[in-house]
């Protein structure tokens, strides 16, 4: 993390050519750290619009990190000795979602639709693997299924448009604005109990069908700085009771929210998923099993040091021996940082043309135009530190 600490800083600063001078280096680097260097190459391509790339990075971290969730036995009984630090990073849980989130980001990007709602469909299937399957308290993420509903809405089909939009709005119930096009076609679609429901819910939302010459704009805000990994304590009651050394996350970014313009038009974006909420969930969820680990550890230790002292008949060189093995008793600290806080969305309705989009969000460049095309869901994706 020391030594990325530069590529950081240019990042956050929208430099993103050194960004990606600094991390090609890292990729080439120690191999226990390249899962996440290519985690960060991937997402500086994306922040910088070079999405063929991104594309091509961030698949190449997909298949590193299926290999590398087949367990080392090796590799694991030399991390009882030393500490987590020591074995390459797997990725969180909610990190090798964000993966296909990004990708799907790419494809919608680059007008491949199909490619997107592949990715789309790969995130919800490996959240329910995860929810079902290996009972994990997760639950979908909002931002792939609201997506989702973008480009189903975008090829016509009306249906599934609807049920990925539904399932976004149960995941995060108030969407404000962004629940328009789920009104829309809860009526276009004759579900009428839907449409009472959600129009008793939202009664500030117009729902008039699209014009004919009228299409929409779906602005992604990603927001803000992904928590950062810093050291705490845990407590774990065994023949003794001892404070483990985990990990937990700190925020970095305080909740605020984009104010997007097109044309005329300005809306406040609206917060679908938070990443900071998302990643203390997942970690949560092992921290049960890290604690049972590393008290594991220290067992193995204590009974090494043991050893040491009866072979050189000296209790002191077992005691510093002990002392000196767990001094390595540190949490694993690495994590995907180039990931944005927050997903935030603001959507618009505007007739067809072409519009420069604005946005007020901690500075930052803007210098993008969007396409509005009759009946079409046109994704326009602005990056904010």
Do not use: C
């Not at 494809?107 to 693997?129: F, H, I, P, Q, S």
């Not at 002292?309 to 060189?317: P, Y």
């Amino acid at each position: 993390m020391a030594r990325t600490g530069g590529v950081r800083a240019a990042y956050e600063s929208y430099d993103y050519p050194r960004a990606l001078s600094g991390i090609e280096k890292e990729v080439k680097g120690p191999e226990i750290d390249r899962l996440l260097a290519l985690l960060d190459k991937g997402m500086i391509l994306h922040s910088a619009g070079r999405y063929e790339e991104s594309i091509v990075v961030l698949a190449q971290a997909d298949k590193l990190s299926q290999q590398l969730d087949v367990v080392s036995v090796s590799e694991e009984a030399k991390t009882l000795l030393s500490n987590e630090r020591e074995r390459a990073y797997r990725g969180e849980d909610f990190e090798k979602l964000m993966i296909s989130v990004l990708q799907a980001l790419n494809y919608t990007e680059l007008g491949k639709d199909e490619e997107a709602l592949v990715e789309v469909r790969r995130v919800n299937e490996r959240l329910r693997k995860m929810i079902v399957d290996e009972k994990k308290p997760y639950e979908q993420l909002a931002i792939a299924r609201y997506l989702g509903g973008v480009l189903w809405e975008d090829q016509g089909d009306w249906d599934a448009a609807f049920i990925d939009y539904q399932a976004a709005q149960k995941l995060q119930p108030d969407l404000a604005s962004l629940a328009e096009p789920l009104i829309r076609l809860a009526k276009k679609t004759e579900r009428n109990d839907a449409y009472r429901e959600l129009k008793a819910k939202y009664p500030d939302v117009v729902d008039q069908p699209l014009r004919k010459d009228e299409g929409q704009v779906v602005v992604v805000v990603e927001a803000g700085l992904s928590p950062i990994k810093v050291s705490g304590q845990r407590e774990y009651r065994g023949p003794r009771i001892e404070l483990i050394p985990v990990p937990q996350y700190r925020d970095r970014w305080p909740p605020r929210y984009a104010s997007v313009q097109i044309g005329e038009r300005v809306e406040t974006a609206v917060t679908v998923t938070s990443l900071g909420t998302v990643a203390k969930v997942h970690l949560e969820d092992r921290i049960g099993r890290m604690i049972l680990k590393a008290a594991a550890t220290t067992a193995v230790k204590a009974g090494v040091a043991t050893g040491i002292g009866k072979a050189t008949k000296s209790a002191e060189l077992g005691v510093l021996s002990f002392l000196l093995l767990s001094l390595t008793n540190q949490p694993d600290l690495r994590s995907w940082l180039s990931l944005p806080a927050d997903f935030q969305l603001a959507r618009f309705r505007l007739p067809t043309g072409r519009y420069p989009v604005s946005l007020t969000l901690d500075g930052g460049p803007t210098k993008q135009e969007v396409e509005v095309r009759a009946h079409r869901v046109s994704v326009v994706i602005v990056r904010r530190y």
